[in-house]
């Protein structure tokens, strides 16, 4: 069946014990009384003849059948007798722009398990996606490809290689232009930019700016694309919220301009110069399938809601979201994440008639690989394999990771202070990023627990001010942190600066305000609040490898069996 196809015309192929079914073939069909009399929509049968009336209940055959059978098999009943064929798809007819568009695909170059359980994505089959979502697009149908940010940070094969592989297949998919997602940034601006000059698409950021407001030139604003008769205005804009969501080292110097004004501007400067069609395409994001609220919600609908100018498109990205609607007059989509669903919207052109938008899932089961991207990926992974699957150490019980306290948690924040030597050591929970299981643990399941390859520093301050330092990032709602070198108890319903009720350190000691503590934290946690270092007098030094090396190394030095840190070390006590 072709479900694309008009109400009469969607059976593609029927065939009866292998052989296709002839117009004047007749059948014998067992079916319930409802049915023979036409009910629901049946009445092509009511005619027929009934050849036989067994006059017995449905209820009673199924009990027969049990007792006959005494033990059930799946395989002696489910023969899968129909399935869904992909058809054209496109609902305009004419003149149209294909607009088909990805986000924050994260570096899933291999296709891997959803929350469900079901592997999805993976390069060669969102390209699959792809080249079907263009094989569509014939006759008077022009179509650009787009991505809404986050190419890169996120598996093993795409760090430890910087990303070169997750270019080299955008480049052979020919996109036209991405924007630069917050994590493009997590490498180092000459990092990005050597991104930059292996790819052959532009890096849009229109609202990226130097802090004195001059635009930054190696960031473009925005391109016109021209198909046929056709020219095609897109805008990229980076997240607003960009130098929180990254080391904030690395965009030292840039700021992240509110978008709507300069949609509107930008907007009107491209259809001055002639685009028929304008396509915004930006790195935030937002939920239109959260059970509790009603509607969409988040910052992309925010700044849509304030767009004057007519944008045919908003192409949204960051929140990892299943995204397909209209606001004020512009449709929006996003296409989940890691390469797991695909966006295809098609604007009538000139864009006046109906507009149709759809997001494609994208389960590998159904699909074949595109060899050319296929090459890509298994280079890339072949180069990394050994260093994947190199044995680290040997878990006695599975890690998981729930609540706000945990033992790989505690695992990570002893690395940290092993790696530096030092008195204590903090990481942000939201660092620790998969759980582990109970077995062998190798490099690329080390990978997945500290994907971002944070570098460590070692930070000296007075007891008062860890203590002072513990009250900022305590707060008042459960712990965002592991600890390690001390236990602290506090209590989160009180008064602001004076919630931590104890801090013991090992072998009975208290902490003294005068002496001198070394802690150490991630970059992240250094630039980032609540956990930011804000007093500039106080000794911060670098650590020469990052939050993945040291947890290896830590635990490498580790005597088996594990001994696993199951202590509560943040203890809220409630007043
Ligand atoms: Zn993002």
Redesign the pocket.
């Known amino acids: 069946m072709d479900l694309s196809k008009p109400f009469g015309n969607r059976i593609t192929s029927l065939t009866y014990k292998g052989k296709p079914v002839a117009p004047d073939d007749t059948f014998t069909m067992a079916i319930n009384n409802y049915r023979q009399s036409g009910g629901g929509g049946y009445s092509m049968i009511q005619s027929a003849p009934v050849i036989k009336d067994t006059q017995t209940e449905i209820r009673q055959l199924l009990i027969d059948e049990v007792k006959q059978k005494g033990t059930l098999r799946v395989d002696d009943y489910f023969t899968p007798s129909w399935r869904i064929v992909r058809g054209a798809a496109a609902q305009v007819t004419g003149p149209r722009l294909r607009v088909i568009s990805t986000n924050?695909f994260h570096g899933a170059l291999v296709p891997g398990p959803d929350a469900q359980g079901v592997v999805r994505g993976g390069a060669a089959y969102v390209a699959r996606a792809i080249e079907t979502a263009r094989a569509e697009c014939t006759d008077e149908c022009v179509s650009i490809l787009v991505d809404g940010?986050?190419l890169f940070q996120g598996t093993a094969v795409s760090n430890l290689t910087y990303g070169r592989p997750v270019v080299e297949y955008y480049n052979k998919m020919r996109y036209d232009a991405v924007v630069v997602?917050?994590?493009e940034f997590d490498w180092g601006t000459d990092t990005l930019r050597a991104r930059m000059r292996q790819s052959k698409f532009p890096y849009l950021g229109v609202n990226v700016r130097y802090t004195d407001g001059r635009d930054v030139p190696w960031i473009p604003n925005d391109t016109i694309i021209q198909r046929g008769k056709w020219k095609i205005g897109v805008i990229g804009f980076a997240?607003i919220i960009t130098a929180s969501?990254t080391k904030s080292t690395n965009v030292t110097g840039l700021r992240f301009d509110a978008p709507a004004p300069i949609i509107d501007s930008v907007a009107r400067v491209m259809r001055a110069k002639g685009a028929d069609v304008i396509v915004a395409v930006e790195?935030d994001?937002g939920f239109c399938d959260r059970p509790a609220t009603a509607g969409c919600s988040g910052e992309i609908f925010r700044i849509v809601g304030q767009i004057k100018e007519k944008i045919d498109l908003m192409v949204s990205?960051?929140s990892h979201s299943l995204v397909n609607t209209v606001v004020n007059g512009i449709p929006i989509v996003q296409a989940r994440s890691s390469g797991r669903a695909l966006a295809v919207v098609d604007i009538p052109l000139p864009p006046s008639g109906e507009l149709s938008a759809m997001v494609r899932e994208i389960g590998v089961d159904s699909m074949s690989p595109v060899a050319g991207v296929d090459s890509i990926v298994s280079r890339a992974v072949a180069m990394i394999g050994p260093k994947l699957n190199e044995k680290i150490t040997t878990l006695p019980i599975d890690l998981p990771r729930s609540g706000s306290q945990y033992a790989l948690g505690n695992i990570v924040a002893d690395a940290f202070r092993w790696a530096g030597k030092a008195d204590f050591g903090i990481t942000n929970t939201a660092g620790v990023r998969a759980p582990l299981r109970a077995g062998p643990v190798t490099f690329a399941q080390l990978f997945e627990v500290q994907p971002f390859g944070n570098n460590l520093f070692r930070v000296q301050m007075r007891g008062f001010e860890f203590r002072e330092y513990l009250e900022r990032i305590l707060g008042a709602n459960s712990p965002g942190v592991h600890v390690s070198g001390f236990t602290v108890a506090y209590n989160p319903n009180g008064a602001a600066g004076s919630r931590v009720a104890s801090i013991h350190l090992p072998e009975g000691r208290t902490l003294s305000d005068a002496a001198m503590y070394t802690v150490v934290i991630n970059d992240f946690m250094l630039g980032n609040d609540p956990y930011a270092i804000r007093n500039k007098s106080m000794a911060v030094t670098p650590i020469s490898f990052t939050d993945q090396e040291a947890t290896i190394r830590y635990l490498r030095a580790q005597r088996l069996p594990l001994a696993i840190p199951v202590d509560a070390r943040i203890v809220q006590v409630i007043e």
Do not use: A, V
């Open positions: 924050d940010g986050d997602g917050n994590h997240s969501t790195h994001g990205g960051h």
